[in-house]
């Protein structure tokens, strides 16, 4: 089948037999196009691994013109870990994941591949809940936020929620870690950079990385496109500020 | 000639998989089998394979998970606590159709010492889904170290894992191995696994998915198309891959049947029993799944009388019930029946002894 080609369409997003499953507004599919020419700029689209976990942003496991594994909820670092130390330097091992699979049932691998220094990149789409399975609680869900689990908002009762970037970034074993978000073109561009660097750190074999994006879930914040939009600039950010919080050249 | 060494069972294990040119291995320390992952600590990384301790069995499944995308023989080992909480993983190789081994050293329960009571959960598919996994049964060290080249062989035939059934006693005790290089015969090419494009012949990208039918692609167009394809895989393997032994069956009345340590110990009362001129026989299973039903349902219909014996409180008697179909009697002897009620309790010949001319008078 011959590619259909849309202008800025990435050229490794793939056309796929299936529909897009992403509801209108959310920012996976923008995720997905950062990435897609991320890979393409650094050249890095035939030495590539995508290691993808659960949520709704699953479908990047195919939408990607490179390898790629659909694997479990939460263990994308475990994978990527034995991954990398079988595959060896020259291939780039990156999870794709989102806050829940990354923070709450892969709390564990995500830590420990930080820890140990995996030669891995973590790419976290926060969306400050479960997409997936209709807007739960998730480990980032900010205080007072409604979710199907907290009906109420969340409260102290709910604890608080981790600000992963920041936290990973304090662990030895750690290159790189930045937050980015897709509020304006700038801001697409800067996340862009984020997860350029974090990428060229995997290559130079320096340690961990880690890039936390900021990302809208319309659906289950019932809210319109451009209202999840201004909520993440006014809500969210104040909360979990952009920038970049570790970067070392090398571990010692 | 080959090497002989004196070593433990669990060390079999380590050159067992060094033969069979495993390249990774992923552990999580649990008594009785840290001498495995201790050996493959020590061993592996001078050799410049993957060595990795994870934060739990669930990492140590999902690392073998990792490896084997890679298309490269790996493996974890454990005991029972732990392989509950691979169950998950093991459901998403076995979807994901990924060969690769795990070594079970059994403890009773939650002791640490021995016993087989993790029949039923390794034999029925512990996970979900509904998948299954061939089980070896190995009864010495020396079948420690053959069969652990023998299911890594199968898990590529196959594309799916292979669980080693090993328990205390078989992984502490020290034997002679010899160490021999089986050659199986030839495997399909891993043009499936997940290294990057550059790394394939055609340059196209490579996919694999724990959700295999759920995205239709050209071989599974749609879910029942996989699950077709996965059932076949079963009912080939439970036709082409059952494998026992048996002792003295011909004219055997009474009919053992053992597997592990306790095959061992049943094969002592049997000789025994034989000096008295009773009618005994022994079914070992080797593989528990796929499982001899025929052999043993063949002899039933001739109107032999079974005894099962595992040091559990009754699991694989359920699967020769399946396989005699009420045509035959069948009495057990379990771990209720040990020398001494406690950790270190065993299964003795005596007993079994015992029983048997019970059941023979
Ligand atoms: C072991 C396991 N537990 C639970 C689920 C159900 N589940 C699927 S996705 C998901 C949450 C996903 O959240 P997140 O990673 O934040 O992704 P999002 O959908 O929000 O982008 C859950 C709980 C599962 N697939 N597997
Ligand atoms: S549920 Fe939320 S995260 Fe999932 S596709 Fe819809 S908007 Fe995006
Ligand atoms: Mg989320």
Redesign the pocket.
Known sequence: MEKKWIAGTPRLWRDIPVIIPFCPGCQHGTAVKALCEVIDELGMEKNSVLVVGI??YTMASILVDVDSAMIAHGRACDIASAMKRIVGKDTMVITWQ????ALAIGCEPTIHAAARSEKITTFM????????TGGQL?P?TPLGQVTTTTPFGRNQDQGYPIQAAEFIGSLKGVAYTARGAFTSPANYQKTKKYMKKALEKQRDGVGYSFVEIL?T?PANWHMSPLDSLKRVEEEVIPLFPLGEFKDVDKIE | MTDRLLIQGNEAVGWGALNADCRGFFGYPITPQNEIIEWFAREFPKRGRAFLQSASETGSINMVHGGALTGVRVMTSTSSPGWALMQEGMSNLANAELPCVIVLVQRGWNTTRHAQTDYTSVTQGGGYGGYKTIVLAPKSAQELYDFVQLAFYLADKYRNPVVVLSDAILGQMMEAVELRNPDFGPLPDKDWAITGKANHKDGNRRFSSIGQGMLPTPKHPNLCAFWGDYKNKIDTIKKKEVRYETYLLDDAELVLVAFGYVARVSLEALLAARNKGLKVGLIRPITLWPFPSETIRDKAKKGATFLVVEDNMGQMIEDVGVAVQGQAEIHLVNALDRHLPIEEGAIYPEKVLEKIEALIK
Do not use: K, L, V
Not at chain 1, 98 to 101: A, C, I, N
Not at chain 1, 125 to 130: E, P
């Open positions: 949520g709704c989102g806050d829940g699979d789409i926060n969306n400050g809940n479960y997409g997936t998730a980032t990302s879930c």
